[in-house]
């Protein structure tokens, strides 16, 4: 079984920098949509398209067959999902749910297990790539969850992402995205550090680039938040607020696994230093700025 248009209706409550783009992807591939957020004004354009605007979360649960999700915090996940009013207690028998926020993966445990009471089901289906990938439709989606689920949404989740893969049981997309986050904490320092060498080295930061985008040390963030960094765009894609947060969750997992992580802890102090100078809103390249006017 899989859900096409016209089945069902669809419901994404969050539209931030991301979840704007992913919920329009989801209304232009056909979709019958419902959404809600806390900010009225950032659903107009979608609302504008055909969307239809419901005044509070269970209210959209009620009205919906699935009903995806990205939120800010673990702390609103849990709220959303598990509160009185949330859509666990709302949502009509059979929906699917789908927290796309980086959140805890206990919590997304707990989710699974209170959907699974109330005949719902329940993943934790995060994302990587950024404000880019959300907006050009390619994010890398880490799922957690039943695998037959997993298929049952997949002609949703390949309008807002390329890579789709099932990782395991509920908590599983949330682990995988915390290996994520880690690999990108380190790799954001080794980023910024060598973009700092290089306009110390009185090289052209643009041409040193050029040359070692291509190479053993080529990654996402080398390719697509350098340029920023060099452009001195220090924009959201993903707010440094954001990514402490989901250092703290990483930090906290690995201390109960007793892994180390020195390098994720290096990155999460140098960010929380950004933060206490102001630079909480701005996005994770801004860490160019501990080694340049801090």
């Not at 016209?6 to 056909?30: C, E, K, T, Y």
């Not at 004004?41 to 055909?50: F, M, Q, Y």
Request: aromatic share 6%.
């Amino acid at each position: 079984m899989v859900i096409s248009p016209g089945q069902a209706s669809v419901g994404f409550i969050g539209l931030g920098v991301m979840g704007h783009s992913m919920a329009g992807h989801i209304l232009a591939g056909g979709y019958d949509l419902h959404v809600y957020t806390r900010t009225a004004s950032k659903a107009e354009e979608l609302t504008g398209r055909g969307a239809v605007w419901q005044e509070t979360p269970a209210k959209l649960a009620q009205a919906c067959d699935i009903i995806l999700t990205m939120v800010g915090y673990p702390q609103d996940v849990e709220e959303l999902y598990l509160g009185e009013d949330g859509l666990i207690a709302n949502a009509r028998h059979g929906a699917y749910l789908l927290d796309m926020t980086t959140s805890s993966p206990a919590l997304a445990r707990r989710i699974g297990e209170a959907a699974d009471k109330r005949g719902l089901h329940a993943l934790d289906a995060p994302v990587s790539g950024g404000d880019i990938g959300a907006r050009e439709g390619r994010l890398s989606i880490m799922i957690g969850g039943e695998a037959e689920d997993v298929e049952v949404l997949r002609p949703i989740l390949s309008l807002m992402g390329r890579q789709i893969v099932h990782q395991g049981p509920a908590g599983a997309g949330q682990h995988t995205k915390m290996c994520n986050q880690i690999a990108i904490a380190s790799n954001m320092m080794g980023v910024c550090e060598a973009m700092a060498y290089a306009e110390s080295a009185g090289l052209d930061p643009q041409t040193v680039l050029k040359s070692i985008e291509s190479g053993a040390a080529g990654s996402w963030s080398l390719s697509n938040l350098a340029p920023r960094i060099i452009a001195g765009d220090l924009a959201p894609g993903f707010y440094i607020k954001h990514f402490i947060k989901d250092m703290g969750i990483a930090l906290e997992s690995a201390k109960e696994m007793n892994v180390s992580t020195p390098g994720l802890s290096l990155a999460e102090a140098l960010y929380r230093q950004l933060a206490e100078k102001g630079y909480q809103d701005q996005g994770t390249q801004a860490l160019i700025r501990y080694y340049s006017s801090m």
